[in-house]
């Protein structure tokens, strides 16, 4: 084999050669995103610090793209403890060149499903360093969930949710694969040290085997590529985990040298719902994350004072006759709309069955009295009617001015109920011109965003269908619930929602603004 560095070079050089000859939605279908160099000599420097120099390596990645681990591996540990090395890529695009790079070396790669393969009975991993395709479990049907589901069972005896990712699947399929006491290093989201589905790898974690340590990368650092933002390494060994074990949990700086570092007994992990606010030093860890509100200005819609008198049909604005200038769109209530995205008119109207228009004139009284005689009109039927008593129009100058919001791209639904089949909140992609009502959230991209969405039409389409991916546990989550299952989020709240799936979809350079 020609030198260490001569052959990370042109791996290097591979690795984005094959990266860009695919789109990024290929890529994110398989969840393709390589592991940067000096991580992957991190984490495999670590691994030594943790490995007895007297075990041989036996190594498996199971998801080894061009081998970033593979390349650290050789570097980190002498070439006699290296007795073994297993991996396994899916995709032949990337298999293949991998297989030609390494083929003088002691690699022995299977381009195929890993999650389909069989474990070996003798001769299992001592080292298993991964970092496993991060596919949401959108991207799974629900024949590969129950395939993956049982296999998940089989090998480590865990019960994983339908909402899982794949990587949860990697972690605990890869269970099987391991020899006693081996060690593993996975690099994978954080998620789910908080969500509801990732209890379940939790508590693998802290019964099935040993969990040495947690680390936790600080997003605002934005030393990485634009998958990994809110990325973990979970470090554990294949054996049962001693009495009155602790935890290593560490956030920020680098795995060698971390920022915060707290040792957590494993009866506290049991208890800690949210294990990421578990190093955090005052604030809760989520507020480390770049949340929505970082991308996003979201503001309530429109609170009328009264729907009923400032909500207008077409048919009532020509009965009455009154002037459409002084109208705006607005969109119905989210039951109306029976789909979550809503196309334009070649005036910039929504193309709705139920169309409506919201009063928005904030000319002084005797302007309209002159100028617009029907409209006085019908104000003076609001004042008759004790309309411009009413708490919000009192506290309004005129009376019948509405706030002002301009169309919002994105609309989240302000309350809902969570049903079976469906979610709570809804993200609506609007391409018209209507504004919206309080029973929506509007998103008004912050302006380095706006600029993207401009360039790129698509985009706020993927901006869209990845909102809706939230996990709708994160949303009520970070929401109110009140009786009878009714949940409801206020700007504040969406706002606090990590932002790493949408960061994930805008240029890396975006993220270094
Ligand atoms: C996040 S990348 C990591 C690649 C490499 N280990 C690294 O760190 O740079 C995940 C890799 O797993 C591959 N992959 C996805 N699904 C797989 C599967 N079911 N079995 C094996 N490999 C898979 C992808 O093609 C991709 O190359």
Known sequence: MSDLSTVEANRIEMQSRLDLAKSQAERNKLGQFAT?????????????SLFSPETPVRFLDPAIGTGAFYAALLRAFPASQIAEVVGYEIDPHYGQQTAALWSDTPLRLHITDFTQASSPDAHKATLLICNPPYVRHHH???AEKQRLQAQVWRAAGVRLSGLAGLYCY?????????????LAGWLIPSEFMDVNYGEAVKEYLLSAVTLLHIHRFDPDDVQFDDALVSSAVVW??????PPDHTVKFTYGGTLAQPRITRHIPVSRLRAARKWTQLTSDSA????????LTDLFTIKRGVATGTNKFFILTPAQIDALQLPMECFTPILPSPRY??????????????ILDRKLFLLTCDLPPDTIEARYPTLWGYLQSGVAAGIHERYLCRHRTPWYAQESRLPARLLCTYMGRRTEGSKPFRFILNR???IAANVYLMLYPKPFIAGLLDDDPALARSIWETLNAIDPEMLTGNGRTYGGGLHKMEPGELGNIPAGDVLALLPHAVLLI
């Open 236 to 241: 554990l060994r294949n054996e049962a985990p």
């Open 284 to 291: 809760p860890a989520s507020q480390t994350h770049l949340r």
């Open 432 to 434: 018209s011109k209507a």
């Open 140 to 142: 799974l049907d629900s």
């Open 36 to 48: 940067p160099p000096d991580l992957a000599a991190d984490i495999l420097d670590y691994a030594r």
């Open 170 to 182: 990697f972690l605990c399929i890869a269970h099987e694969w391991m020899a006693d006491g081996g």
């Open 337 to 350: 709309l029976n789909a979550d995205e809503i196309h334009a008119d070649d005036q910039g109207n929504p």
